[in-house]
C-alpha cells in the first residue's frame, strides 16, 4: 500500500465514521422502533383473525414483501411529488424503511405468537383476566422473547440496508463514501474500508444479541 492510498483512507476514516453515528444509526434506531410498532399491530390483528383487518395486514405484507426496497424508496421520494406530496429525504427514508421492515418483523411475531400454547390464553380466562389482559400480560412477552432472535438479524439487516438511502440523497456513511471515491479514483480500497465499518456495527450488534439471548436464557425464556 503507497502512501497516498494509505493517507486517504486515514484522512477518510473520520468522514465515514461520523456520519454512520449521526445518520446511519439513528436512521436505523428510528426506523425499526417504528418498524416494531407496525409489526406488533399487524401481527395482532392477524391472531386475533379479525377478519377484514386481516386481509388489509395479509395485502399489506404481501406487497412490501413482493416488491424491491430501492423501488419503494423512489416511489416515496421521487413519486410521490407528482401527487404533490414533497417528503425531505431523511423523513422518506424513515417511512419507506419502517413500512418494509415492519412487514417482515409482523411475520416473525405472528408467528412467535402462534407457538404459544393455546393453554396459556385460556389460563388468562381462568384467572379473570380480559382477552387483551391475557395478551398484553402472557401471550406477548412469551412471542416477543421467542421472535427475538428473529428480529435481532432483522435489525442487524436494515443496518446494511440503510445504505440503499444514498439513493434518495440521504447523507449517509455509503453516500459519503462513494463521494470520496468519486475525489480520489481510490474506489476499492475505499469501499472495503466502508464496508469493514459496516461489519463494525453489525458485530457489536450481533453481540449485544448475543448478550440478550444469554438474558432470556437466564430466565429460560429462548
Not at 461520523?18 to 428510528?30: A, E, K, R, S, W
Not at 383473525?49 to 421520494?77: C, D, E, H, M
Not at 417482515?104 to 396459556?120: H, M
Not at 479514483?185 to 465499518?197: D, P
Request: a positive charge; glycine letters at 4%; hydrophobic letters at 50%.
Amino acid at each position: 500500500m503507497n502512501q497516498r492510498l494509505l493517507g486517504i483512507l486515514l484522512d477518510s476514516f473520520p468522514k465515514i465514521l461520523l456520519p454512520g453515528l449521526t445518520m446511519t444509526i439513528p436512521l436505523t434506531v428510528i426506523s425499526f422502533s417504528l418498524a416494531l410498532v407496525i409489526a406488533v399491530v399487524t401481527a395482532m390483528v392477524q391472531f386475533a383473525n379479525v377478519k377484514v383487518l386481516k386481509s388489509i395486514a395479509r395485502f399489506y405484507i404481501w406487497v412490501v414483501r413482493g416488491t424491491p426496497l430501492l423501488v419503494q424508496l423512489y416511489v416515496i421520494f421521487y413519486g410521490l411529488p407528482n401527487l404533490g406530496v414533497m417528503l425531505d429525504p431523511f423523513p422518506s427514508a424513515v417511512l419507506v424503511f419502517s413500512i418494509n421492515e415492519g412487514a417482515y418483523c409482523a411475520e416473525t411475531i405472528r408467528a412467535a405468537l402462534e407457538s404459544v400454547p393455546k393453554g396459556q390464553l385460556e389460563a388468562g380466562y381462568c384467572v379473570g383476566m380480559s382477552y387483551m389482559q391475557t395478551i398484553r400480560r402472557i401471550i406477548l412477552p412469551q412471542a416477543m422473547r421467542t421472535a427475538f432472535p428473529s428480529l435481532s438479524n432483522n435489525l442487524i439487516s436494515m443496518v446494511k440496508d440503510t445504505s440503499l438511502a444514498a439513493n434518495i440523497t440521504v447523507m449517509e456513511m455509503f453516500m459519503v463514501t462513494q463521494r470520496i471515491a468519486s475525489r480520489y479514483y481510490e474506489h476499492l480500497a475505499l469501499y472495503i474500508e466502508v464496508a469493514l465499518i459496516y461489519l463494525l456495527f453489525c458485530t457489536v450488534l450481533t453481540k449485544l444479541q448475543a448478550l440478550g439471548e444469554k438474558k432470556l436464557n437466564s430466565y429460560g425464556a429462548v
